[in-house]
Protein backbone atom coordinates (compact mmCIF):
# COMPACT_ATOMS: atom_id res chain seq x y z
CA UNK A 1 0.00 0.00 0.00
CA UNK A 2 0.83 3.15 0.08
CA UNK A 3 3.45 5.14 2.23
CA UNK A 4 4.98 8.44 2.81
CA UNK A 5 8.36 9.12 4.77
CA UNK A 6 8.68 12.30 6.03
CA UNK A 7 11.84 14.11 7.01
CA UNK A 8 13.19 15.34 9.75
CA UNK A 9 11.29 14.63 12.63
CA UNK A 10 12.16 17.95 14.35
CA UNK A 11 13.56 20.96 13.36
CA UNK A 12 14.54 23.30 15.28
CA UNK A 13 14.90 27.42 13.55
CA UNK A 14 15.52 30.66 15.10
CA UNK A 15 13.22 33.07 13.99
CA UNK A 16 13.24 34.90 10.68
CA UNK A 17 14.80 31.59 9.68
CA UNK A 18 13.24 29.68 6.86
CA UNK A 19 12.06 25.87 7.43
CA UNK A 20 11.90 23.40 5.04
CA UNK A 21 10.04 19.46 5.38
CA UNK A 22 10.23 16.86 3.08
CA UNK A 23 8.54 13.80 2.02
CA UNK A 24 8.34 10.82 -0.57
CA UNK A 25 5.50 8.74 -1.08
CA UNK A 26 5.50 5.40 -3.17
CA UNK A 27 2.18 5.47 -5.16
CA UNK A 28 2.96 6.82 -8.49
CA UNK A 29 -1.23 7.24 -8.93
CA UNK A 30 -1.08 9.42 -5.71
CA UNK A 31 -2.59 12.67 -7.35
CA UNK A 32 -2.98 15.42 -4.32
CA UNK A 33 -0.84 16.76 -1.73
CA UNK A 34 -2.16 18.74 1.55
CA UNK A 35 -0.21 19.66 4.26
CA UNK A 36 -1.42 20.24 7.91
CA UNK A 37 -0.53 21.83 10.99
CA UNK A 38 -1.39 20.40 13.90
CA UNK A 39 -0.99 22.64 17.50
CA UNK A 40 -0.78 21.08 20.40
CA UNK A 41 -4.43 19.27 21.48
CA UNK A 42 -6.20 20.88 18.96
CA UNK A 43 -7.28 19.10 15.39
CA UNK A 44 -4.75 19.05 12.53
CA UNK A 45 -5.91 22.06 9.84
CA UNK A 46 -5.09 22.75 6.18
CA UNK A 47 -2.14 25.34 5.68
CA UNK A 48 -1.58 24.46 1.72
CA UNK A 49 -2.32 21.42 -0.60
CA UNK A 50 -0.94 20.95 -4.05
CA UNK A 51 -1.98 18.78 -7.00
CA UNK A 52 0.19 16.55 -9.60
CA UNK A 53 -0.56 18.62 -12.58
CA UNK A 54 1.21 21.48 -10.43
CA UNK A 55 4.73 22.07 -9.49
CA UNK A 56 4.97 24.41 -7.08
CA UNK A 57 2.30 26.63 -5.20
CA UNK A 58 2.78 29.30 -2.98
CA UNK A 59 0.61 31.19 -0.23
CA UNK A 60 2.18 34.16 1.40
CA UNK A 61 4.82 32.77 3.66
CA UNK A 62 4.33 29.40 2.83
CA UNK A 63 5.45 27.44 -0.24
CA UNK A 64 5.10 23.88 -1.63
CA UNK A 65 7.08 21.89 -4.55
CA UNK A 66 6.74 18.59 -6.21
CA UNK A 67 8.64 16.25 -7.78
CA UNK A 68 6.45 13.55 -9.57
CA UNK A 69 9.30 11.92 -11.11
CA UNK A 70 10.96 11.29 -8.20
CA UNK A 71 7.82 11.12 -5.94
CA UNK A 72 9.08 14.24 -3.54
CA UNK A 73 7.18 16.80 -2.26
CA UNK A 74 8.07 19.66 0.04
CA UNK A 75 7.26 22.73 2.65
CA UNK A 76 8.83 25.53 2.44
CA UNK A 77 8.28 28.23 5.48
CA UNK A 78 9.92 32.04 5.11
CA UNK A 79 10.58 34.43 8.19
CA UNK A 80 9.62 31.98 10.75
CA UNK A 81 7.78 32.91 13.74
CA UNK A 82 6.82 31.65 16.85
CA UNK A 83 3.67 31.01 15.99
CA UNK A 84 4.38 28.47 13.37
CA UNK A 85 5.92 26.22 16.11
CA UNK A 86 3.58 22.83 15.73
CA UNK A 87 3.52 19.69 14.35
CA UNK A 88 3.46 19.22 10.84
CA UNK A 89 1.99 16.44 8.31
CA UNK A 90 2.45 15.60 4.51
CA UNK A 91 -0.15 13.58 3.24
CA UNK A 92 -0.78 11.94 -0.18
CA UNK A 93 -4.06 10.91 -1.62
CA UNK A 94 -5.50 9.25 -5.24
CA UNK A 95 -8.40 9.70 -6.83
CA UNK A 96 -10.76 6.68 -6.52
CA UNK A 97 -10.59 5.76 -2.53
CA UNK A 98 -9.80 9.62 -1.85
CA UNK A 99 -7.96 8.55 1.56
CA UNK A 100 -5.58 10.17 3.11
CA UNK A 101 -2.02 8.78 4.17
CA UNK A 102 -0.07 10.63 6.78
CA UNK A 103 3.65 10.94 6.72
CA UNK A 104 5.12 10.48 10.21
CA UNK A 105 5.21 13.95 11.36
CA UNK A 106 7.76 16.78 11.61
CA UNK A 107 7.92 18.95 14.96
CA UNK A 108 8.86 22.17 14.12
CA UNK A 109 10.19 24.65 16.76
CA UNK A 110 10.63 28.39 16.35
CA UNK A 111 13.31 30.12 18.73
CA UNK A 112 12.30 33.52 19.42
CA UNK B 1 -16.14 24.13 4.27
CA UNK B 2 -17.62 21.65 6.95
CA UNK B 3 -18.15 21.65 10.77
CA UNK B 4 -17.92 18.76 12.42
CA UNK B 5 -18.48 17.97 15.83
CA UNK B 6 -17.30 14.89 17.52
CA UNK B 7 -17.86 13.57 21.02
CA UNK B 8 -17.47 12.32 23.69
CA UNK B 9 -14.06 14.50 23.70
CA UNK B 10 -12.78 12.07 26.57
CA UNK B 11 -13.35 8.97 28.32
CA UNK B 12 -11.26 6.77 30.13
CA UNK B 13 -12.73 3.41 30.51
CA UNK B 14 -12.42 -0.21 31.88
CA UNK B 15 -10.30 -2.53 30.07
CA UNK B 16 -13.27 -5.03 28.28
CA UNK B 17 -15.59 -2.73 27.76
CA UNK B 18 -16.46 -0.88 24.59
CA UNK B 19 -17.21 2.81 23.81
CA UNK B 20 -18.76 4.49 20.65
CA UNK B 21 -17.75 7.73 19.68
CA UNK B 22 -20.36 9.93 17.29
CA UNK B 23 -19.28 12.45 14.31
CA UNK B 24 -22.06 14.67 13.08
CA UNK B 25 -21.09 16.76 9.90
CA UNK B 26 -23.26 20.49 9.53
CA UNK B 27 -23.66 19.36 6.26
CA UNK B 28 -23.90 16.30 4.14
CA UNK B 29 -20.68 14.70 2.81
CA UNK B 30 -19.13 12.10 0.19
CA UNK B 31 -16.36 10.97 2.26
CA UNK B 32 -16.02 9.66 5.93
CA UNK B 33 -12.63 8.81 7.46
CA UNK B 34 -11.79 7.58 11.47
CA UNK B 35 -8.28 7.86 12.20
CA UNK B 36 -6.46 7.11 15.43
CA UNK B 37 -3.45 9.37 16.53
CA UNK B 38 -1.58 7.75 19.40
CA UNK B 39 0.70 10.50 21.68
CA UNK B 40 3.11 11.96 19.66
CA UNK B 41 2.91 10.21 16.62
CA UNK B 42 0.83 10.54 13.47
CA UNK B 43 -2.69 9.65 11.98
CA UNK B 44 -3.15 6.28 11.32
CA UNK B 45 -6.44 5.39 8.99
CA UNK B 46 -8.88 3.28 10.38
CA UNK B 47 -11.33 3.20 7.77
CA UNK B 48 -13.32 4.40 5.58
CA UNK B 49 -16.83 5.24 6.50
CA UNK B 50 -19.30 4.16 3.60
CA UNK B 51 -22.96 5.55 3.79
CA UNK B 52 -25.35 2.51 3.33
CA UNK B 53 -22.66 -0.35 2.92
CA UNK B 54 -19.90 -1.75 5.32
CA UNK B 55 -17.04 0.48 6.15
CA UNK B 56 -13.61 -0.07 4.50
CA UNK B 57 -10.87 -1.28 6.34
CA UNK B 58 -7.54 -0.49 6.43
CA UNK B 59 -4.51 -3.05 7.06
CA UNK B 60 -4.51 -4.14 10.70
CA UNK B 61 -7.96 -2.99 11.95
CA UNK B 62 -10.53 -5.45 11.46
CA UNK B 63 -14.69 -4.82 11.60
CA UNK B 64 -15.08 -7.21 14.71
CA UNK B 65 -13.02 -4.69 16.57
CA UNK B 66 -14.30 -1.25 15.38
CA UNK B 67 -17.41 -1.47 14.24
CA UNK B 68 -18.38 1.68 12.32
CA UNK B 69 -21.79 2.44 11.08
CA UNK B 70 -23.25 5.29 8.79
CA UNK B 71 -26.70 5.69 8.59
CA UNK B 72 -26.54 8.79 6.52
CA UNK B 73 -24.64 11.89 4.77
CA UNK B 74 -23.66 13.94 8.34
CA UNK B 75 -23.46 10.85 10.78
CA UNK B 76 -21.12 8.22 11.54
CA UNK B 77 -20.10 6.11 14.81
CA UNK B 78 -17.09 4.26 15.40
CA UNK B 79 -16.73 1.77 18.31
CA UNK B 80 -14.00 0.58 20.06
CA UNK B 81 -15.06 -2.46 21.33
CA UNK B 82 -13.19 -5.07 24.22
CA UNK B 83 -10.80 -2.17 25.19
CA UNK B 84 -7.40 -2.91 26.02
CA UNK B 85 -4.54 -0.16 27.66
CA UNK B 86 -3.51 -0.77 24.16
CA UNK B 87 -6.54 0.77 22.45
CA UNK B 88 -5.68 3.92 24.34
CA UNK B 89 -5.15 7.28 21.74
CA UNK B 90 -7.37 10.02 20.19
CA UNK B 91 -9.63 9.18 17.50
CA UNK B 92 -10.72 11.31 15.33
CA UNK B 93 -13.10 11.40 12.29
CA UNK B 94 -12.74 13.36 9.36
CA UNK B 95 -14.66 14.44 6.17
CA UNK B 96 -14.16 15.31 2.79
CA UNK B 97 -16.51 17.47 0.91
CA UNK B 98 -15.17 16.03 -2.53
CA UNK B 99 -12.31 14.23 -3.79
CA UNK B 100 -9.00 15.03 -3.36
CA UNK B 101 -10.15 18.07 -1.48
CA UNK B 102 -9.05 19.58 1.98
CA UNK B 103 -10.27 17.32 5.05
CA UNK B 104 -11.75 18.53 7.87
CA UNK B 105 -11.11 17.09 11.27
CA UNK B 106 -13.59 16.71 14.46
CA UNK B 107 -11.72 17.78 17.77
CA UNK B 108 -10.93 14.01 18.62
CA UNK B 109 -11.55 11.67 21.45
CA UNK B 110 -9.19 11.17 24.18
CA UNK B 111 -9.61 7.66 24.94
CA UNK B 112 -7.91 6.24 28.18
CA UNK B 113 -8.33 2.44 28.95
CA UNK B 114 -7.35 1.57 32.67
Known amino acids: GENVEQHPSTLSVQEGDSAVIKCTYS??????FPWYKQELGKRPQLIIDIRSNVGEKKDQRIAVTLNKTAKHFSLHITETQPEDSAVYFC???????????FGTGTRLKVLA | SAVISQKPSRDICQRGTSLTIQCQVD?????MFWYRQQPGQSLTLIAT?????????ESGFVIDKFPISRPNLTFSTLTVSNMSPEDSSIYLC???????????FGQGTRLTVV
Open chain 2, 94 to 104: SVQTGGNTEAF
Open chain 2, 27 to 31: SQVTM
Open chain 1, 27 to 32: DSASNY
Open chain 1, 91 to 101: AASTSGTYKYI
Open chain 2, 49 to 57: ANQGSEATY
